[in-house]
């Protein structure tokens, strides 16, 4: 649109239905210079109304004459095929995204190397969109202890964390070179090791995951 406006948003029987009402959906904005832009609940209200053969259309004034009222609907004519494609896609999506797993942090008990309950469903949610994603390039793990023990046990403890990941990733399919693996030990505390739950807090593994852009 050449200035902002706004539009309203109908769903208007089709003529085989005479004397079926039209159903006012909402008001939609349209800034100047830019596409309309519907929400996601005005957008599956529309999807709604497709399916049942309704036409959502929208009604605006003209800029240049505003005595008249242009209209713009969508067809819902052979709708429905393109609809069942579109749900059994959805249906298939794994119901989180990379923002959601892009980072993960795991945590262990006193001297152990064993993934508790949490951990491992955080490694399938991982392991699953791994497998669907072609565009990851890297996978960082990072392994620490807390600060009880040698240096030295707590830094093969730590790399033996890490090495678990790698691992199970190797294991579900991800490329061993895109995955990187560092160890620290008792360094870069991120709690105070003098009370038991700042010691569980540095006990743990780090997962950076990055992909290309798109």
């Known amino acids: 649109m050449p200035k902002t406006t706004m539009a309203t948003l109908i769903s208007i029987p089709p003529l085989w ?3 079926s009402p039209a159903t006012p ?3 939609v904005k349209f800034h100047q210079q830019f596409n309309g832009y ?3 609940q005005k957008a599956w209200l529309m999807l709604s109304e497709l399916e049942q053969g309704q036409y959502p259309t929208f009604y605006f004034k003209d800029w240049y004459n505003g005595n008249q009222v242009t209209s713009v609907g969508l067809s819902s004519i052979n709708f429905l095929k393109s609809y069942d494609e579109f749900n059994n896609c959805i249906a298939n999506l794994l119901p989180y995204n990379f923002d959601d797993i ?3 942090i795991l945590k262990y008990a006193k001297n152990g190397i064993e993934l508790d309950t949490f951990s491992k469903k955080r490694l399938k949610m991982i392991g699953d969109y791994i497998k669907y994603d072609e565009n990851i390039s890297v996978v960082l793990v990072a392994g ?3 600060s009880y023990g040698t240096k030295s046990h707590n830094m093969t403890l730590s790399k033996k964390r890490a090495e678990s990941i790698k691992s199970y990733l190797k294991e579900i399919g991800l490329e061993a070179d895109k995955i990187q693996v560092s160890s620290f030990g008792e360094k870069r505390h991120i709690a105070d090791n003098r009370n038991v739950l700042g010691r569980m807090q540095n006990r ?3 997962i950076s995951i990055q992909r290309e852009e798109i």
């Open 17 to 19: 239905r005479p004397g």
């Open 38 to 40: 519907a929400t996601q």
């Open 204 to 206: 743990r593994v780090v």
């Open 144 to 146: 620490y202890s807390d």
């Open 102 to 104: 892009s980072y993960s």
């Open 25 to 27: 959906i909402s008001q």
